[in-house]
């Protein structure tokens, strides 16, 4: 079964500086790979996705995540943070395989940028 | 706008009580989810469906039920057999699995239960 892992619940950056949210994960097979993010009392917004292709892929907000096979990570990235980016952010993976394969959930970490 | 629309965003509930949630979409998804967030632990799925008049549990269904009469709505109810309800609810969904979907969902902004 697959699973993930976001090893860090907060992590604290001042504004302007680069931001790391770590995830890693594991499936059998090639995952498909994804981060989200919530605000409060809201629901969760898609950020971006691996599915195949460039390890580094570039997603909303100026947000990106490099894909490591060799490492199974997925970590978030964005060079130069805002206060604006302060949320919970969810990783999720999707062994693809056969048949209908849900998405499972990292248990989140918050980001708080301050100003 | 195409979107997900979840009510209501707030409701209390006494102990012993049954109330649904209600989950309505016009993205044309065929997939449905519920997924139950609480503080620390994520989110976790209750119950899903991938086509009208069929669905099937997720890792905590005990204590929920659904129904999928139409493609556009997908309502949980939960039961007084629920044994902790108060928690976060998100509605989702997905275009299908068998059109090309890479799984990613698409939510509504959730319902608050508390029960009293």
């Known amino acids: 079964a697959q699973s993930v892992a976001q090893p860090e619940d907060q992590v604290n950056v001042a504004e302007g500086n680069p931001l790391t949210v770590k995830c890693t994960y594991s499936?059998?097979?090639?995952?498909?790979l994804f981060w989200y993010v919530q605000y409060p009392n809201r629901g969760l917004q898609f950020l971006l996705k691996y599915i195949t292709g460039d390890n580094l892929v570039k997603g909303s907000y100026g947000f990106e995540a490099e894909f490591n096979k060799s490492q199974t990570s997925f970590h978030l990235k964005k060079p130069s943070a805002l206060v604006s980016d302060s949320a919970l952010y969810f990783c999720?993976?999707?062994?693809?395989?056969?048949?209908?394969?849900?998405?499972?959930f990292g248990t989140g970490t918050r980001l708080l940028v301050s100003p | 706008d195409g979107g997900i629309t979840q009510s209501p965003k707030y409701l209390f509930r006494k102990e012993g009580q049954n109330v649904t949630l209600s989950c309505e979409q016009n993205?044309?998804?065929?997939?449905m989810y519920w997924y139950r967030q609480d503080p620390g632990q994520g989110l976790r799925l209750i119950y899903y469906?991938?086509?009208?008049?069929?669905?099937q549990k997720g890792d905590i269904a005990e204590g929920y039920s659904v129904s999928r009469e139409k493609k556009e709505s997908f309502p949980l109810t939960v039961t007084s057999a629920q044994k902790n309800p108060t928690a976060f609810y998100l509605c989702a969904s997905s275009i299908a699995p068998d059109r090309g979907d890479t799984g990613e969902l698409f939510f509504g902004e959730g319902s608050r239960l508390t029960v009293l």
């Open positions: 499936v059998s097979g090639n995952p498909y």
């Open positions: 999720a993976v999707r062994d693809p395989g056969t048949g209908f394969q849900k998405l499972v």
């Open positions: 469906s991938q086509i009208v008049n069929d669905f």
């Open positions: 993205l044309n998804h065929d997939a």
